[in-house]
Structure formats: C-alpha cells, structure tokens
T-cell receptor, first 115, second 114 residues
Framework: LAKTTQPISMDSYEGQEVNITCSHN???????ITWYQQFPSQGPRFIIQ???TKVTNEVASLFIPADRKSSTLSLPRVSLSDTAVYYC????????????????FGTGTQLKVEL | NAGVTQTPKFRVLKTGQSMTLLCAQD?????MYWYRQDPGMGLRLIHY???????AKGEVPDGYNVSRLKKQNFLLGLESAAPSQTSVYFC?????????????FGDGTRLSIL
C-alpha cells in the first residue's frame, strides 16, 4: 500500500508560485501519481497525472524524480480561487483482474492564497 | 453530459436502518469507486469495480456492500447503519486506456446516522 505524506497546510499570496510535495516511499512499479483539487462541498477534481520526470498542462506542472519516491505539484502564479485542498494519489486503479494496488489518498494539503 | 451523479445528496438515518446510495456515470467508464471522507482523514476507498459484474474491496469495506449490475451504475449499500458510518460519500469513475486513468468525482452524499 503506497501511503502518501503531504504538508497539512500552506499559505501563499496571489501571483506567487506554489510547490506542494508529496512523499510516497513505497510506490510500486505500476503506480501512477495523480493530483486532485477539492473545494468545500464538492468532489475532488483532477489536476494532473504522471509516471516519471515532468508533466505540464495548462494549469500545473508535476515533477517526479528518478526514484519516484516523491512528487511535487507546481502551481504557477496562484490566485484567490486556488484556495482549496490538494490531494496526492498513488495507485494503479485496480488492475485488469481487480487485484491491483489499492488507491491511497493522502490527507491533503490545505492551500490558502491571500491578497 | 452530466458526468457522475450521486443520489441522494443528503440523508439522515437512524441506527440499524438500511439504505442504498446510487452512483450513475454517462461517460462509458469501466472503473467505478466509492470513497468516504471524514474530517482529517482524507478520502478512503470503500469498494471499487473494474467492470460490469465485478467488484473488489478497498481500504475500509466493512459494513458496506456494492453491486455493479450495469456498467453505468454503482450502488453502495448499508445493511444496518451505524453512527460510525456518518460521513460524506463520494463516487468516482475512470477509463484507463493504459495504467490508471484520472477519476471523475460526483459531488457527494452527506449521510448522518443518529
């Protein structure tokens, strides 16, 4: 079971870059790393996913070192609307036979962005 | 497209009552999941399904049963509700072309058991 560890909370100001790191020392070969954003009273929303090295999309970047024991979500130029809880998820979705790794969400990082 | 729809959105039960939570997705996804979210605990996987007619246990399956009779629906049942099952329940679905695809979540069912 690939348990994840994230900082409980982070504070930032509008316009700054925010980096949130997730530790997953027991990550398995088949595991992907996925980050989600969650606002109050809503379900988590997919941000970005990666397996190794660097992945970038229109809202974030994901950095994964060669040993894959950690990953860093980078949010460029955050705004007030980025205030949310961010979750790191490590898993392989169950596998074809249903016997794959269990999906493990961390406790999340509460990001607070101020003016 | 509606995405993932959960029914009901809120429910209050008495200890010992039973109920079924319904999750429906219109994205033709193979994989579906049920999570519960408690304060300070993040999301914990209850059960999941990798296809119609198949289900598997997650991290916290005790006290819950599931069924996936149709590809688009995933039902979560509580046979005899207990106060410890008071939580917010989230359903999700995903389509993994290879490996593990991103999950699409519903907006949750808030369940209180008195």
């Amino acid at each position: 079971l690939a348990k994840t560890t994230q900082p409980i909370s982070m504070d930032s100001y509008e316009g700054q870059e925010v980096n949130i790191t997730c530790s997953h020392n027991n990550i398995a070969t088949n595991d992907y790393i996925t980050w989600y954003q969650q606002f109050p009273s809503q379900g988590p929303r997919f941000i970005i996913q990666g397996y190794k090295t660097k992945v970038t999309n229109e809202v974030a970047s994901l950095f994964i070192p060669a040993d894959r024991k950690s990953s860093t979500l980078s949010l460029p130029r955050v705004s007030l609307s980025d205030t949310a809880v961010y979750y790191c998820l490590v898993g392989d979705g169950g596998g074809l036979t249903g016997g794959g790794n269990k999906l493990t969400f961390g406790t999340g990082t509460q990001l607070k962005v101020e003016l | 497209n509606a995405g993932v729809t959960q029914t009901p959105k809120f429910r209050v039960l008495k200890t010992g009552q039973s109920m079924t939570l319904l999750c429906a997705q219109d994205m033709n996804h193979e994989y579906m999941y049920w999570y519960r979210q408690d304060p300070g605990m993040g999301l914990r996987l209850i059960h999941y399904s990798v296809g119609e007619g198949t289900t598997a246990k997650g991290e916290v399956p005790d006290g819950y049963n599931v069924s996936r009779l149709k590809k688009q629906n995933f039902l979560l049942g509580l046979e005899s509700a207990a106060p410890s099952q008071t939580s917010v329940y989230f359903c999700a679905s995903s389509y993994p072309p290879s490996g593990f695809g991103p999950q699409h979540f519903g907006d949750g069912t808030r369940l209180s058991i008195l």
